[in-house]
């Protein structure tokens, strides 16, 4: 199968999907959203037992594209609440996918970004990787990650990254949880292709049953979450502060909050 945004290798059990965007930071687009569904259903139904998610070029994936957020504030109310249905949907489906998923961050993974990088079950990151939620720098909130992001690393520290919008490096992300390891840069990909091997040697059917049991404890309350999580996110983009703060964003102008 042929995609635009991403590209997809197999060998030995192990697919290696890839951000392939390097010109544009690997930001996530309409287009990147539906091709990740795609080869993640083509993932699985192959043989492969374990994904290697990884990003071209010297940052993983700079959050949304920026014509994709041109378009926010124009479109119409359901355009909103669809939109805001096909970002849960991603994250959903990476969180929940039945085969292992190892992310592999060489560099920046911001807002969106991040939310690809930590919701695998390994987030093998190096030491030039940043992480962090940015969305409150521009009036709009990062409401579809929080329920995941709290069972990631406790509400408390949730509430620290997504309420400040900071970034932290890859040894901060590692002590509270948002990523599994730290290794070189030029030791990355040999690691997580090390690590791919490894846990495809084990049973499938045990991953399989394993990560289904994971998922199986907390998935009706997430799927609960997330439906408020769509709500408040189509709710905020009809706000004025949240038009101000992508034409600020896009302006390269300091935003003039309005409070409402």
């Known amino acids: 199968m042929a995609y635009s945004t991403l590209t997809l290798a197999s ?5 290696t999907l890839t951000l392939n ?16 569904h795609r080869s993640l259903q083509e993932i699985e139904l192959s043989p492969a037992r374990v994904v290697i998610l990884a990003g071209a070029g010297p ?8 014509n994709y957020l041109r378009e926010f504030p124009s479109l119409s109310k359901a355009d909103i609440w669809a939109d805001a249905r096909r970002i849960a949907g991603l994250f959903r489906r990476l969180w929940g996918f039945p085969k ?16 690809l990088a930590t919701l695998a079950d390994f987030t093998l ?5 940043r992480f962090g939620y940015t969305e409150v720098r521009i009036g709009f909130m990062p409401a579809i990650v929080a329920s995941f992001l709290v069972r990631q690393i406790g509400e408390k520290a949730a509430r620290g990254l997504l309420l400040s919008g900071k970034l ?28 791919a091997q490894e846990l495809a040697s084990l049973s499938p059917l045990a991953l399989v049953h394993t990560k289904r049991l994971i998922v199986g404890f ?3 309350e997430l799927d609960r979450e997330l439906e408020q999580a769509i709500a408040a996110s189509a709710e905020m983009r009809g706000t004025a502060d ?19």
């Open 11 to 15: 060998e030995d059990h192990v697919s």
């Open 21 to 36: 965007r390097p010109e544009k930071r690997n930001a996530i687009s309409r287009e990147m959203i539906e091709e990740l």
């Open 59 to 66: 940052v993983f994936s700079a959050g949304m594209d920026l």
């Open 100 to 115: 292992v998923l190892i992310a592999a961050v060489h560099g920046p993974a911001i807002a969106g970004g991040t939310g």
């Open 125 to 129: 990151a190096s030491p030039e990787a």
């Open 168 to 195: 932290i490096g890859a040894e901060e992300a590692c002590r509270i949880g948002l990523v599994s390891e730290v290794v070189p840069a030029d030791k990355l990909m040999e690691r997580a292709k090390g690590l």
């Open 218 to 220: 907390s998935e009706r």
């Open 242 to 260: 949240f038009r101000e703060g992508i034409s600020a964003f896009l302006e390269k102008r300091k935003p003039v909050w309005l409070g409402e």
